[in-house]
């Protein structure tokens, strides 16, 4: 069996690892926020292993990081107790380490008003929000809010369907249309895939 989204390429290197965190550094060096579009489900995983480890490592600002989506929550509990309960489909060398997914700058958002204050906060942040393709969910939202200033970035981690509106971001358009309005995109817009 081939997964046949991304079955084709290589993930989250350790290139691209190190370009995420290169792009963090600087957005939070610029004092702008970093959103992430992200799939709840195994994508936003991987984003929160990979972060973990740039924190161990000391690769990753002291920032807050938001992770707002309710469906990417409840994956996260479920990927959590896999690790906990030494799940046979974990690689061993991660059983019993739940931890890998955690961050001690970890924000969970679980209900709209806090997807709201995430959205009005100034100084530096990474927010972790699906959709993947910034088609629609909360990060649309965050998107409306922060593509307009160059502090902030936007990090495409994952794949961009043609017509989708995190397609529009890789390809460099210069507006978005976000909920019948047209928005500047003047956010660093970078592929960390």
Same mark, same amino acid.
């Given at each position: 069996?081939?997964?046949?989204?991304?079955?084709?390429?290589?993930?989250?290197?350790?290139?691209?690892?190190?370009?995420?965190?290169?792009?963090?550094?600087?957005?939070?060096?610029?004092?702008?926020?970093?959103?992430?579009?992200?799939?709840?489900?195994?994508?936003?995983?991987?984003?929160?292993?990979?972060?973990?480890?740039?924190?161990?490592?000391?690769?990753?600002?002291?920032?807050?990081?938001?992770?707002?989506?309710?469906?990417?929550?409840?994956?996260?509990?479920?990927?959590?107790?896999?690790?906990?309960?030494?799940?046979?489909?974990?690689?061993?060398?991660?059983?019993?380490?739940?931890?890998?997914?955690?961050?001690?700058?970890?924000?969970?958002?679980?209900?709209?008003?806090?997807?709201? !204050?995430?959205?009005?906060?100034?100084?530096?942040? %990474?927010? @972790?929000? $699906?959709?993947?393709? *910034?088609?629609?969910?909360? +990060? &649309?939202?965050?998107?409306?809010?922060?593509?307009?200033?160059?502090?902030?970035?936007?990090?495409?981690?994952?794949?961009?369907?043609?017509?989708?509106?995190? !397609?529009?971001?890789?390809?460099?358009?210069?507006? %978005?249309? @976000?909920? $019948?309005?047209?928005? *500047?995109?003047?956010?660093? +817009? &970078?592929?960390?895939?």
């Amino acid at each position: 069996i081939v997964e046949s989204t991304y079955g084709d390429r290589r993930h989250m290197e350790n290139s691209t690892v190190e370009r995420l965190a290169d792009l963090i550094t600087r957005t939070a060096e610029r004092g702008g926020v970093v959103v992430i579009p992200a799939f709840a489900v195994d994508r936003t995983e991987v984003v929160l292993f990979h972060l973990h480890h740039l924190h161990l490592t000391g690769r990753l600002p002291p920032v807050p990081i938001y992770l707002d989506s309710p469906m990417a929550l409840d994956a996260l509990k479920i990927y959590r107790n896999a690790l906990a309960d030494e799940a046979a489909d974990i690689s061993r060398e991660f059983w019993g380490r739940a931890g890998v997914l955690d961050l001690p700058a970890l924000e969970e958002v679980v209900d709209t008003q806090g997807s709201k !204050r995430v959205s009005r906060r100034n100084g530096s942040a %990474v927010i @972790i929000a $699906g959709a993947g393709m *910034a088609s629609g969910g909360r +990060v &649309v939202h965050h998107l409306k809010s922060f593509l307009p200033d160059p502090r902030n970035s936007v990090a495409l981690v994952g794949y961009q369907a043609e017509g989708t509106r995190g !397609r529009q971001l890789l390809e460099g358009t210069t507006s %978005v249309k @976000i909920h $019948g309005q047209y928005v *500047a995109v003047r956010a660093e +817009v &970078v592929l960390v895939e």
